[in-house]
């Protein structure tokens, strides 16, 4: 493992702590910078120049922004910035998986992850600070809550990561992004919409709806908005193929459970072409991953067009499961495949650096006192 810091931010560094006074462009797609400029009495166009300037080109100084007139950038310095995240941590792992640690405010701070494959570079960011639901196999959601990540704060991360390729010149560019960090996106719906279509906007990132992921637990009443508003491609974290053990494994099964889950799902794809849900299935030793788990599941997704990503789990000290055996993955998989199921098995990236799924925890000011409560609840079990 290789770990560079970066920078250290100061607790009180301005722009940091403390509420910053101008509107930072960076949090604006489109919609929103032709509003912006609406209300300043200019052409919608400018929108496009200012994605240009910001995400494409990576200019965060107005002055340097030579095709608006100078009455224009001086009114921009005025009232508006582009503020980029900092980073405080850069560590590659031995795989080449690389992870950032990006300083938010004085207390918090998110992880973000890029992946190399053979033919794409897969960033994996985070939508909030901690999360605010508790899947008992994950570590973000032990770490708590502290709140949701800015549009700003979500886009800065494929900003951040694109220029740092592009300085090393290596050719490298992200070419894929995840919501697979910390934190659940639809929880943070406001925020994330604006920023994934910012990823998929030609004058800023310009990636294709099918290389723009979202995973979610599964909070319907905000997949069935994601339905109305977006096209990216949605993964769905299911891990378990009956209502009993998903609701132990992921809670809010319980409010959200497994039949209204799928229906939403295929309301999600319904007027999509070509579009299929990928399913994420974290293989848990001895807890789901028996044959008649992969049988149920396989009934379960019957006729709804289906991917299964079948994810190794990733431990952390906290967490009372074992990864499941390769081989019993392998058979699980050839359940699924033999049902007619495409599945795949993700294989285990970073983990000499906490880069892999389920293990980035950031720096969480963590305002639920999970921790604390957990504590006391083993306290009073062993009292
Ligand atoms: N909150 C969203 C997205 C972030 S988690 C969601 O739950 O889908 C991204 C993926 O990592 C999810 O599929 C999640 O279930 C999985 N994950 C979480 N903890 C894990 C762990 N310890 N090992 C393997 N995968 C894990
Ligand atoms: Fe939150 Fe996703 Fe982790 Fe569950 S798996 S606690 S929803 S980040």
């Known amino acids: 493992m290789k770990s560079v810091p970066v920078k250290v931010v100061a607790e009180n560094a301005p722009g940091a702590g403390a509420a910053p006074q101008k509107l930072n462009l960076l949090g604006l797609d489109r919609a929103g910078l032709e509003g912006f400029f609406a209300e300043l009495g200019e052409k919608p166009f400018r929108a496009s120049q200012i994605l240009k300037w910001v995400h494409h080109r990576g200019v965060t100084d107005f002055d340097a922004m030579t095709d608006l007139s100078k009455a224009l950038r001086t009114k921009l310095k005025d009232m508006a910035e582009?503020?980029?995240?900092?980073?405080?941590?850069?560590?590659?792992?031995?795989?080449?998986?690389?992870?950032?640690?990006?300083?938010?405010?004085?207390?918090?701070?998110?992880?973000?992850?890029?992946?190399?494959?053979?033919?794409?570079?897969?960033?994996?960011?985070?939508?909030?600070?901690?999360?605010?639901?508790?899947?008992?196999?994950?570590?973000?959601?032990?770490?708590?809550?502290?709140?949701?990540?800015?549009?700003a704060e979500i886009i800065g991360?494929?900003?951040?990561?694109?220029?740092?390729?592009?300085?090393?010149?290596?050719?490298?560019?992200?070419?894929?992004?995840?919501?697979?960090?910390?934190?659940?996106?639809?929880?943070n719906f406001k925020n994330v919409v604006p920023a994934s279509e910012l990823m998929k906007d030609d004058h800023a990132y310009g990636l294709s709806k099918r290389r723009v992921t979202l995973s979610t637990s599964g909070v319907i009443p905000y997949l069935d908005r994601?339905?109305?508003?977006?096209?990216?491609?949605?993964?769905?974290?299911?891990?378990?193929?009956?209502?009993?053990?998903?609701?132990?494994?992921?809670?809010?099964?319980?409010?959200?459970?497994?039949?209204?889950?799928?229906?939403?799902?295929?309301?999600?794809?319904?007027?999509?072409?070509?579009?299929?849900?990928?399913?994420?299935?974290?293989?848990?030793?001895?807890?789901?991953?028996?044959?008649?788990?992969?049988?149920?599941?396989?009934?379960l997704l019957k006729g709804i067009p289906s991917k299964v990503n079948l994810i190794p789990f990733n431990p952390f000290p906290e967490a009372p499961y074992e990864r499941s055996?390769?081989?019993?993955?392998?058979?699980?998989?050839?359940?699924?495949?033999?049902?007619?199921?495409?599945?795949?098995?993700?294989?285990?990236?970073?983990?000499?650096?906490?880069?892999?799924?389920?293990?980035?925890?950031g720096k969480v000011a963590d305002r639920t006192r999970r921790q604390q409560k957990r504590a006391q609840r083993a306290q009073a079990g062993t009292a």
């Open 157 to 187: 991360q494929l900003w951040y990561v694109t220029r740092m390729l592009e300085q090393e010149g290596t050719g490298r560019q992200v070419t894929n992004v995840v919501f697979m960090g910390m934190g659940e996106p639809l929880l």
């Open 82 to 151: 582009v503020r980029v995240p900092e980073p405080v941590l850069d560590q590659t792992s031995s795989d080449g998986t690389r992870k950032w640690l990006l300083q938010l405010d004085g207390s918090n701070a998110i992880e973000a992850v890029l992946i190399p494959e053979k033919s794409r570079e897969t960033l994996c960011i985070s939508s909030q600070v901690g999360c605010a639901l508790e899947c008992s196999f994950c570590s973000t959601g032990y770490q708590g809550f502290n709140r949701n990540l800015s549009t």
């Open 226 to 299: 994601l339905t109305e508003v977006s096209d990216i491609s949605l993964a769905v974290s299911l891990h378990a193929p009956n209502d009993a053990l998903r609701d132990e494994l992921v809670p809010i099964n319980k409010k959200y459970p497994i039949a209204e889950l799928l229906a939403a799902c295929q309301r999600y794809i319904a007027d999509k072409p070509h579009r299929s849900i990928t399913w994420e299935y974290v293989m848990l030793d001895g807890v789901n991953d028996t044959d008649e788990h992969a049988r149920q599941l396989a009934r």
């Open 325 to 361: 055996s390769d081989e019993r993955i392998r058979a699980f998989s050839n359940i699924l495949s033999n049902a007619g199921l495409v599945s795949t098995t993700r294989k285990t990236r970073g983990d000499d650096i906490d880069g892999a799924c389920g293990q980035l925890v």
